[in-house]
């Protein structure tokens, strides 16, 4: 039922959670379990000159976040090593964040989404947007959504 489950992942502890969930579904299904994290360069191009300081430090900051999405999917696949999930794949991919879930989850043959949502309300969740929010619309397979502690 649930081959393929994937774990989005932001990097921030809160996604434990999620991944207690993910688990508990790839051990009774012994599913191949997917870590994604997306780094969104785009974001970071915004209010930058086109000289070529600016192109130096814009690619630095980029070779940061894909070092920080390295190292946040290598963290996840050993938890998930060592509670005996066996098939683990890890990918760090850029673009929106959103966006990229959904093309990821069509180019995998995904059956499960696994997110942690900050659970934001009101004019915070309006200001930054809703990654979870927008997979969970847009996306034709099922989501299953894990509340972060409010620690994130």
Known sequence: MFDKILIPTD???????????AVAIAEKFTSTVH???????SNLLIGYDQDMASQTQVQSVVEGMYQVGEDAVAKIAKQLSERGIEEIITKVRDGHAAEVILEYIKEEGIDLIVMGTHGRRGLNRLLLGSVVGEVVHRATLPVMTVRMDNKD
């Open 35 to 41: 870590i994604l994290f997306v780094v969104e360069s």
């Open 11 to 21: 990097g921030s502890q809160g996604v434990e959670k999620a991944i207690e969930y």
